[in-house]
């Protein structure tokens, strides 16, 4: 949805908020019981509001009488003290009762709202994971925590700082309303006079208020990806000395929310006491009109007294609703932003045709494969590659020449624009994602650890590997010995993104983590890249062992590398420009690069 289509009122932001209500609506069965208690609390809180005037109108018409007013009425057959120690009783009553009631709504709903936010979370961030590749290369990391975080978050405050005291406040005024009516029609309809001009207010400010509130949450979500990037990429900042402009791109988005957030407290602030101006002329108006009518004997004093509570509690909602417009707003906004991320869809899905991988070979085969990551702009132009079982290719070539885009593809995080991807004959479309991606390990340059224990970082290759299995997957991997000596062994908890550990130590856990898959085909993306002599050689011999047997692609721009395997294919451009044994492609491409320069 463009900035453009975002609305721009409460009123306009409504369709939002039932967007997001379709999304929490499964939920509700559950939280039905709770609910319906909160309701039936709400209910007598609301009846105990109406009730509470009246025992001072009796107190109020009692003293009259008592002081020979014929605009009083002494209650049949009681005395004065009576009536005062039945209304001081009641009173006391009334207000208990009401506390009761307002701490089982609030806890109920807050209990609910709690519940169905924690799900509502869940659902998200268990879509945000199911969501393809093509969606997270252009999303903002912190952006995205931020709505399944501080976005839910939000909403489910509202839902009980604002939304619940609204709908409780709105009951009470429609119950007041209709006593008054009862009492005085005339002067009801005094009291409502100044309804149009709250909302003519109210609508001008709200339109403001949620589009300043917009931005804010927006300006939130940028800070939330510059602050996760720079955290993540902290080695980078040191190195590079970036800390200072960092520093500076921070502190401007940073102000930037901070002057958001003033104006949006100020345009709120500017509505709260225009309403409280607006419930001054009409209060005024009420006493004058009704005091008058007191004089007439249209009312009794203690009538006038309950006329003059209800009215301050029949504009409460409207207080309430300036009061949390900006929350209202800022829901909304919070509302719409986890609603477009749930309303994404994955572009790489099952089909409905798809069936469960048999047990796969590992014979790999593109066939006429086109693939963009922008629209226009294709990677891989035509693609032909047959890969036998067991055979052990090096895809070389530039930069850009699609060889990772190639691991993707076997992976199934992206499909093909055209053509088709099979493993043993089976176009990958044609089977479910969760059969094929355990059929296919991969290792890459950056060996990318979880912030656990070494043995779930292992495990985590396959689901239900067993204990042994992570050993023995280590033992393959030359990761066994090193293991064993961190302080807990397999239980020692590594740093985040493996940080605790060497570029070698991590790079064989991948590898176990690899290993314990028992994959058919193997992908090595570059991963070797960035190790020293002594550690690659002992990556090699654990990559040899991962492999033996394997369809193993190997993606790298290390010549050597390349010549250890069986056979080399050169990609440029998206196409394959040669094919064959290592040292004849090898020696081509160099001869080609020798013209070259001599041209």
């Given amino acids: 949805m463009s900035s453009r289509d975002k609305p721009s009122s409460l009123r306009q932001a409504l369709p939002g908020l039932r967007r997001t209500g379709r999304h929490v ?30 025992p001072l109108k009796f107190v109020i018409d009692a003293v009259v009488a008592a002081g020979g007013s014929t605009a009083g009425a002494q209650p049949a057959g009681l005395t004065l003290e009576q009536v005062l120690l039945l209304a001081s009783g009641g009173l006391l009553v009334v207000v208990l009762l009401r ?32 969501l393809s590749m093509s969606f997270h290369d252009k999303a903002r990391t912190g952006d995205l925590v931020t709505r399944i975080t501080s976005d839910v978050g939000r909403l489910r405050e509202v839902a009980v700082t604002a939304a619940l005291p609204l709908v ?31 909302l003519l207010t109210g609508t001008r400010h709200s339109k403001k208020i949620n589009g300043v509130s917009r931005k804010q949450r927006t300006a939130e979500g940028a800070i939330a990806s510059l602050a996760t990037e720079s955290l993540a990429s902290m080695r980078v900042v040191q190195s590079y000395s970036l800390e200072d402009r960092m520093q500076r791109s921070f502190a401007s988005s940073n102000t930037k929310t901070l002057k958001d957030g003033v ?30 009518r007191v004089v007439d004997g249209a009312l009794t004093a203690g009538e006038l007294v309950v006329f003059l509570t209800y009215l301050k509690a029949t504009f409460k909602p409207m207080r309430d609703l300036a009061k949390y417009t900006g929350r209202i707003a800022q829901a909304a906004a919070s509302g719409e932003r986890l609603v477009d991320l749930l309303e994404e869809r994955p572009t790489v899905v099952d089909t409905p045709y798809a069936v469960p991988a048999p047990r796969l070979r590992g014979e790999v085969r593109l066939r006429d494969v086109w693939l963009s990551y922008e629209p226009g702009h294709p990677v891989l132009r035509g693609l032909d590659l047959h890969v036998p079982a067991g055979q052990r290719v090096a895809l070389v070539g530039p930069s850009g020449a699609g060889k990772s885009s190639v691991a993707g593809l076997l992976s199934r995080l992206r499909d093909p624009d055209e053509g088709a ?50 050993e023995r997957a280590a033992r393959l991997a030359g990761a066994h010995d090193f293991i064993s000596r961190l302080p807990q062994g397999y239980d020692t908890v590594v740093g985040e993104r493996g940080d605790t550990l060497s570029g070698g130590q991590r790079q064989r856990i991948a590898i176990a983590r690899a290993a314990v898959r028992d994959a058919p085909v193997v992908v090595l993306d570059e991963a070797m890249t960035g190790l020293d002599q002594e550690t690659e050689r002992e990556v090699v011999g654990a990559l040899e062992r991962l492999t033996e047997g394997r369809t193993t692609l190997v993606i790298t721009h290390d010549l050597d590398a ?22 004849e492609v090898l020696a081509r491409r160099a001869d080609l690069r020798e013209v070259s320069r001599a041209v």
């Avoid at 009761?100 to 936010?117: E, H, I, K, V």
């Avoid at 009516?181 to 309804?195: G, I, K, R, Y």
């Avoid at 990318?448 to 239900?464: K, Q, Y």
């Fill in 263 to 292: 104006q949006a407290k100020k345009l709120s602030a500017g509505l709260e006491r225009k309403t409280d101006v607006l419930v001054g002329v009409a209060t005024a108006l009420v006493l004058y009109v009704g005091a008058r």
């Fill in 421 to 470: 991807v099979a493993l043993d004959g089976h176009d990958l479309r044609h089977l479910t994602l969760a059969t094929v991606r355990p059929q296919v390990a991969v290792v890459l340059q950056e060996s990318v650890l979880f912030a656990t224990t070494v043995r779930d970082n292992i495990a985590w290759g396959s689901p239900g590997a067993t204990d042994d299995d992570v």
């Fill in 25 to 54: 609506r499964p939920h509700l069965r559950a939280e039905r019981p709770l609910l319906a208690g909160g309701l039936l609390a709400l209910l007598l809180e609301v009846a105990m509001r109406l009730l509470e005037p009246w």
């Fill in 99 to 130: 506390a009761l009631a307002a701490y089982l709504t609030t806890l109920s709903f807050a209990l609910a709202g709690s519940r169905l936010m924690t799900r509502v979370r869940g659902d998200a961030f268990a879509h945000l994971q199911g």
């Fill in 562 to 583: 390349a010549r250890g395997c069986e056979r080399v294919v050169w990609l440029e451009r998206g196409v394959v420009v040669d094919d064959g044994a290592p040292d």
């Fill in 168 to 198: 409780g406040n709105v009951l009470t005024m429609v119950g007041m309303v209709a006593v008054v009516a009862l009492l005085d029609w005339q002067l009801a309809l005094l009291m409502l006079s100044v309804v149009p001009l709250f």
